[in-house]
Nanobody, 119 residues
Framework: QVQLVESGGGYVQAGGSLRLSCAAS????????MGWFRQPPGKEREFVGE????????IYKDFVKGRFTISRDNDKNTVYLQMNSLKPEDTAVYYC????????????WGQGTQVTVSS
């Protein structure tokens, strides 16, 4: 079982940047696809993007394309979400999740980190 811990959230003004980290422990995540999700206040959790196990394939939802970048360092067992040009509508709890090789679902989740963007 892998444990995921997000960090790096906080309060930022619109147009600012934050870098979230997702540190894994318990086992390597080098064979997992890793995803980022978010849950805005009063709304359901939504998919932000994901990165393949080797990092060569990354997909993003349209609302973050060109602003957010997902990367990973398998040596550090960590995944990152660089968020630039933040907007108030990006305010949410951000979660990382692991999808093991051969699984169709994200099965391990972090506890989330709060991102608040002021206008």
């Amino acid at each position: 079982q892998v444990q995921l811990v997000e960090s790096g959230g906080g309060y930022v003004q619109a147009g600012g940047s934050l870098r979230l980290s997702c540190a894994a422990s318990g086992r390597t995540i080098s064979t997992d696809a890793m995803g980022w999700f978010r849950q805005p206040p009063g709304k359901e959790r939504e998919f932000v993007g994901e990165i393949s196990r080797g990092g060569g394939h990354i997909i993003y939802k349209d609302f973050v394309k060109g602003r957010f970048t997902i990367s990973r360092d398998n040596d550090k067992n960590t995944v990152y979400l660089q968020m630039n040009s933040l907007k108030p509508e990006d305010t949410a709890v951000y979660y990382c999740a692991a999808r093991p090789s051969g699984s169709g679902n994200f099965v391990s989740w972090g506890q989330g980190t709060q991102v608040t963007v002021s206008s």
